[in-house]
């Protein structure tokens, strides 16, 4: 078994996020690959979907766009583990670009270890390095389960736009090695450059990136993926993105050394949060989440593919630090070849503590 560029992707962009993740994503449930270069921070890919984007733990925008008080300095080291547990109808084996599913159910867990160094805490510059690693295993289905061990790092500085305001472009890179069954399966690097500007009740990140993949065992599906992706949040609250509606699109090519792994996609997502009983995590605080994404993808030989994916999430505090949840995503996927097409639900129980 080998990962397709998709999970990759996936992984290699939501490992490279800096921040203190919740759990508003799940390690081993679903959701649909967001862009690779979009620097919030996330839960890694786990079963190749994803549930709604994390937001971090102050659940604030720098505090010289919320026109109030500054945000607390963050701490110089964090730590993050995650785990997850539940159930996928139809585990996706990453095997090709087009991914092939595996037509039989099976139980899902995964744990996942993460720490930051944030050498630079300034006002208007930041600069954080992180290491982690991610494991997820399908007991019944063997060559679905894979090892994400890497790191990443990540800048930026504010500067002033002139009419357009404060901008805060920075950088990140990064480099994530994969695993199946022990063997090195993969080796994915990324680079992206984004911009975040942050308005009176919204916020705008433009991105575009550049991620090479290595399958040291199949030349042909190696290959280079360019993409450049837009979000937008609507916050029913300025300065907080605990309550938001969000509305994404990416789009991008994988370029294989084989004609018939390489693809073009286009992708928008809609994305709502919702947190009850208070702004920030807390004992008793809930979040709701949900998302609906849709992807295109057109196939250099082999015709193209449409990918429908929902889901919806829930998440309760139990202090600022643990939380507790549970998520639900449908996947369906259509495709010219009547092989590739296939329909998954995955339940999945997770929890995460940050220190």
């Known amino acids: 078994m080998r990962p397709c560029p998709a999970l990759l992707l996936l992984a290699a962009a939501l490992g490279a996020a800096d921040a203190e993740p919740i759990p508003t994503t799940s390690?081993?449930?679903?959701?649909?690959?967001?862009?690779?270069?979009?620097?919030?921070?996330?839960?890694?890919?786990?079963?190749?979907?994803?549930?709604?984007?994390?937001?971090?733990?102050?659940?604030?925008?720098?505090?010289?766009?919320?026109?109030?008080p500054a945000a607390a300095t963050p701490d110089r080291w964090s730590f993050i583990a995650r785990t997850a547990l539940g159930y996928d109808s139809n585990p996706v084996l990453e095997s090709s670009v087009a991914g092939d599913a595996s037509g039989s159910d099976s139980a899902v867990w995964s744990a996942e270890l993460a720490s930051t160094l944030r050498l630079v805490r300034a006002e208007r510059a930041s600069l954080a390095a992180t290491l982690g690693g991610e494991y997820v295993d399908y007991p019944s289905e063997r060559e679905v389960s894979l090892l994400r061990v890497g790191g990443s790092l990540r800048g930026s500085i504010g500067v002033d736009a002139g009419g357009l305001g404060r901008i805060d472009p920075g950088a990140i890179v990064s480099a994530y090695?994969?695993?199946?069954?022990?063997?090195?399966?993969?080796?994915?690097?990324?680079?992206?450059?984004?911009?975040?500007?942050?308005?009176?009740?919204?916020?705008?990140?433009?991105?575009?990136?550049?991620?090479?993949?290595?399958?040291?065992?199949?030349?042909?599906?190696?290959?280079?993926?360019?993409?450049?992706?837009?979000?937008?949040?609507?916050?029913?609250?300025p300065g907080q993105i605990a309550n938001r509606v969000e509305l994404g699109l990416r789009g991008g090519t994988y370029a294989a050394e084989s004609d018939s792994e390489s693809y073009a996609t286009l992708q928008p997502t809609l994305l709502a949060t919702v947190r009850g009983g208070g702004e920030r995590p807390a004992a008793g605080v809930v979040d709701l989440t949900g998302r609906l994404g849709y992807e295109r993808r057109w196939y250099d030989e082999t015709g193209t593919q449409r990918i429908l994916t929902m889901s919806a999430g829930i998440d309760r505090w139990f202090s600022p630090a643990f939380a507790v949840g549970a998520v639900l995503a449908v996947t369906d996927r259509d495709a010219s070849d009547d092989a590739d097409s296939y329909g998954r639900v995955q339940v999945m129980t997770r929890a995460a503590y940050t220190w």
């Open 27 to 68: 390690t081993a449930a679903a959701m649909p690959e967001p862009a690779a270069t979009v620097p919030e921070p996330a839960a890694p890919a786990g079963g190749a979907v994803t549930d709604p984007v994390a937001v971090s733990a102050s659940d604030t925008l720098p505090g010289r766009a919320r026109r109030a």
């Open 177 to 237: 090695g994969f695993w199946a069954d022990g063997e090195h399966e993969a080796t994915a690097v990324q680079g992206s450059l984004f911009a975040t500007r942050i308005g009176q009740g919204w916020v705008g990140i433009a991105s575009i990136g550049a991620t090479g993949i290595d399958y040291p065992d199949d030349e042909d599906l190696s290959g280079t993926m360019l993409d450049g992706a837009l979000r937008v949040m609507l916050l029913a609250k």
